[in-house]
């Protein structure tokens, strides 16, 4: 079992709909989680940076994290076409370097 | 601040040459990451620095994979020989050592082993 699930999608979307991207873990020590997004040919950047559970909101974005069942989600509100992209989620267990797990991203296509 | 820096973008070779993939972090991040990503596997991590020394190279997947970092400003990843399977995105990341978990990565460089 990999450490890190993520559903490849692909995901489509309308134009100003809310988008729900989820990951589940196997490690419960994970307490750092990231979401990533990189757009097509380029390197991923990140998004959202949250520490063990709870919801954190930036913009249109919100990310959640539920440790009892090691999911953890990122919301997108009023979506837009430049917001088709591959969503990576990450997460580590200690704030060290070497440790830090990927899922293999999500790609969302949001549709004018 | 003109971010990660990878060269080359794309690099085409045919099985068993010699490839050399580049790096410059950003300005003052003390740690230096080497991942490659692909559709099958997603985004892995080779090795990574801190100030300019190996620290972790358990993923480099054999030894014709070794990576160097001769100063604090660049890195290289040598691939020797190459082969078709080594075929996918090579990325570059770094990050201060107060938030290693924030990592800024490069553009990537694309490579396709013939």
């Known amino acids: 079992q990999k450490e890190v699930e993520q559903d490849p999608g692909p995901l489509s979307v309308p134009e100003g709909a809310i988008v729900s991207l989820n990951c589940t873990y196997s490690?419960?020590?994970?307490?750092?989680f990231m979401w990533y997004r990189q757009y097509s040919r380029k390197g991923p950047e990140l998004l959202m940076y949250?520490?063990?559970?709870g919801n954190k909101e930036d913009g249109r974005f919100t990310a959640q994290v539920d440790k009892s069942s090691k999911y953890i989600s990122l919301f997108i509100r009023d979506s837009q076409p430049s917001d088709s992209a591959t969503y990576l989620c990450a997460m580590s267990a200690y704030s060290g370097a070497n440790n830090l797990f990927f899922g293999t991203g999500t790609r969302l296509t949001v549709i004018p | 601040d003109a971010g990660v820096i990878q060269s080359p973008r794309h690099e085409v070779t045919e099985m068993g040459q010699e490839v050399t993939l580049r790096c410059k972090p950003i300005?003052?991040?003390?740690?230096l990451f080497w991942y490659r990503q692909t559709m099958m596997r997603g985004l892995e991590l080779l090795i990574y620095f801190n100030n300019n020394v190996p620290i972790d190279d358990s993923g480099m997947p054999e030894d014709r994979f070794s990576a160097k970092m001769p100063n604090a400003s660049f890195s290289t990843l040598k691939i020797q020989p190459s082969e078709p399977r080594d075929s996918a995105v090579y990325f570059c990341?770094?990050?201060?050592?107060?938030?290693?978990?924030?990592?800024?990565f490069g553009p990537g460089t694309r490579l396709l082993v013939l």
């Open positions: 990341a770094s990050s201060y050592k107060s938030n290693q978990e924030t990592q800024y």
């Open positions: 490690n419960s020590a994970f307490q750092y």
């Open positions: 949250t520490y063990s559970s």
């Open positions: 300005s003052g991040h003390d740690y």
